[in-house]
């Protein structure tokens, strides 16, 4: 039985027959076990740039420096790579290992996880495309547990995810930059190499789009719906979900945080890292193969927004966001991303009470109508609207922040003081070693004592059990808005409202198999709906009597979900078709 956070996860309370009262909904509830998926592990979606293997190819000076040699090694990729012919085994070695070449590559693996073949027969199936957290770091380097595809909470998504019925999918993404530079120019640094690093990630991610959606076009093995892909971020991959959902030209990267105030050029250059969707540049080797990169839904749980004036009401898909109020990292309001590993400012962004707000007021939300869920998860994130919380962290700009009042698609946690990932966890013996292992390869003295402490942090419960309880929330609210907005019918009923005990209409004959009546007790019938259990609108009747004929002979045996509205509201009554 799922939980529900109500405050900060310190009441709690259970859904009851409500979740359960006519059966579960694929895509909402959990209708296949551990058993009855799969997971494929380390697939390849792309081979490019690894910038961790040579950092100082961050340095713009060294690329200037290099450039013949660069363009020349480059050059060479690329066409192995177009030709299909084996790239040499030294450009995948570390510089400090090998430094015959300056450029160092890393194949991109992402894990797929799915229901089986052999348990599910549905031939298109959505897509979760999961963004870790890190801090555009590796485990343990970046001063944490956590950083990869393999993370806890992302195989915990991922599998709750394939067992409602999605296709999801986990993918690494390129790290490297320097947090730790100082000096007079070290704040450009870090700055620099950290928008650098964020624009890299949504290259991955885009390429994972093309790559899934050209394989839905060549035998569609995930048997995917390359009509319907949500990227959720997690940490350091909502920054990526929410830039990816709202980045579409290069002069939005002009602005003048994203300038360099020493050369008045902007940090991302297109000629050396690719343009918006990750084609050409020097440093890459991704290239467009005729898909779209476009998404469909858009979930971040605690990142924040770059710069709130790249959503503008145009190519944004709905958005979603989850985010502690008091996060320590990263804004809920207004104001500077803290770098973890040092505590220094990197650069200021919008979060989640800024730009979801803005996302409903230019009507990218129109989906998420609160008037439509009535279940404890909405609520919850509802009573939270319009109140004022205090003694916020100073990465704010302002204090108290007030939660803005129109903001459906807004989970917010009330949680206490630098509190802001209360659905991670780890193994402290993993980390033990892991971390052995890190120091092994690299010679480093990383200490998984300090690391855990200070993960604890900013996570100060964390149990596996702690995060169930909040990924059991997440997911509560996010699958009926994802059902929304994959039908675009804002009226789909979803299966944490409570079926009626259609008291002003009769349905009749129930199990039906061409025909069904729907006859009012009280006034007329209005209206009337007919949705399959992933929330797909099959029928649509609209009527001004007491009594209407629906024709069923072309539905599919089965389980229904049929809305009435008559002179007394609305009601749902499920109906078998057999």
């Known amino acids: 039985m799922n939980k529900i956070l109500l405050y900060g996860g310190l009441a709690l309370t259970t859904l009851g027959a409500s979740l359960n009262?006519?059966?579960?909904?694929?895509?909402?509830?959990?209708?296949?076990?551990?058993?009855?998926?799969?997971?494929?592990?380390?697939?390849?979606?792309?081979?490019?740039?690894?910038?961790?293997?040579?950092?100082?190819?961050?340095?713009?000076?060294?690329?200037?420096?290099?450039?013949?040699?660069i363009g020349t090694e480059m050059a060479g990729l690329k066409a192995a790579f177009a030709n299909g012919t084996q790239i040499a085994p030294e450009y995948y070695l570390p510089f400090a290992a090998d430094s015959s070449t300056l450029v160092k590559v890393s194949d991109m693996k992402m894990d797929i996880y799915m229901p089986k073949a052999s348990e599910d027969t549905v031939s298109e199936r959505p897509v979760m495309l999961y963004v870790h957290t890190g801090n555009f770091l590796p485990p343990v380097v970046n001063g944490g547990p956590n950083g990869s595809k393999e993370d806890s909470a992302a195989v915990e998504?991922?599998?709750?995810?394939?067992?409602?019925?999605?296709?999801?999918?986990?993918?690494?993404?390129?790290?490297?930059?320097?947090?730790?530079?100082?000096?007079?120019?070290?704040?450009?640094?870090?700055?620099?190499?950290?928008?650098?690093?964020?624009?890299?990630a949504i290259h991955d991610m885009k390429q994972v789009v093309r790559v899934i959606r050209d394989d839905s076009e060549d035998g569609n093995q995930y048997a995917i719906d390359r009509n319907f892909i949500t990227l959720y971020g997690q940490g350091s991959g909502g920054y990526v979900s929410v830039a990816y959902n709202t980045l579409d030209k290069s002069s939005e990267m002009a602005l003048p945080k994203f300038t360099n105030p020493l050369t008045q050029e902007s940090f991302i250059n297109e000629a050396v890292v690719g343009n918006l969707d990750g084609e050409g540049g020097l440093l890459n080797m991704y290239y467009n193969n005729g898909q779209p990169v476009s998404i469909q839904a858009c979930i971040n749980a605690g990142g924040a927004l770059a710069d709130i004036s790249w959503l503008e009401g145009n190519i944004e898909a709905p958005m979603m966001s989850i985010h502690a109020v008091r996060d320590a990292f990263a804004p809920f309001d207004t104001g500077t991303v803290i770098v973890p590993t040092t505590g220094e400012d990197v650069v200021d962004v919008n979060g989640a009470n800024m730009f979801i707000a803005k996302a409903v007021a230019l009507g990218v939300n129109d989906y998420f109508k609160d008037s439509v869920y009535t279940d404890a998860y909405s609520a919850r994130a509802a009573s939270l609207y319009g109140q004022s919380f205090s003694g916020v962290p100073t990465i704010n700009v302002n204090d108290p922040i007030v939660i803005d009042q129109n903001a459906d698609g807004l989970f917010a946690l009330d949680l206490p003081m630098a509190q802001g990932s209360p659905w991670e966890w780890w193994s402290k013996t993993d980390l033990d070693a892991y971390v052995a292992a890190v120091n092994q390869l690299t010679g480093g003295n990383y200490n998984s004592n300090d690391i855990h402490a200070n993960a604890l942090i900013t996570n100060q419960m964390m149990s596996k059990a702690h995060a169930l309880t909040y990924i059991d929330s997440i997911q509560g609210y996010i699958h009926p808005r994802l059902m929304h907005a994959r039908t675009n019918t804002p009226d789909v009923p979803s299966s944490i409202r409570e079926v009626s005990a259609h008291n002003t209409f009769k349905m009749y004959p129930n199990p039906a198999s061409t025909q069904v009546t729907i006859s009012s007790n009280e006034g007329f019938v209005k209206s009337v709906q007919v949705f399959d259990i992933t929330g797909k609108l099959v029928i649509s009747n609209q009527s001004?009597?007491?009594?209407?004929?629906?024709?069923?002979?072309?539905?599919?045996?089965?389980?229904?979900?049929?809305?009435?509205?008559?002179?007394?509201?609305?009601?749902?009554?499920?109906?078998?078709i057999e």
């Open 21 to 69: 009262s006519f059966g579960q909904q694929r895509y909402l509830d959990e209708i296949f076990t551990d058993s009855q998926i799969e997971i494929l592990k380390d697939k390849t979606y792309g081979t490019n740039v690894d910038f961790l293997k040579n950092t100082s190819l961050l340095d713009p000076a060294y690329l200037g420096a290099n450039q013949t040699a």
């Open 157 to 200: 998504l991922c599998k709750q995810w394939a067992k409602r019925g999605y296709v999801a999918i986990a993918a690494n993404y390129r790290g490297g930059w320097n947090p730790v530079a100082a000096g007079p120019t070290g704040a450009l640094v870090r700055r620099a190499t950290l928008l650098n690093a964020v624009y890299r």
């Open 544 to 576: 001004n009597s007491v009594q209407v004929t629906l024709n069923t002979e072309n539905l599919p045996n089965g389980v229904f979900l049929v809305q009435v509205q008559t002179n007394q509201g609305i009601e749902v009554e499920k109906l078998i």
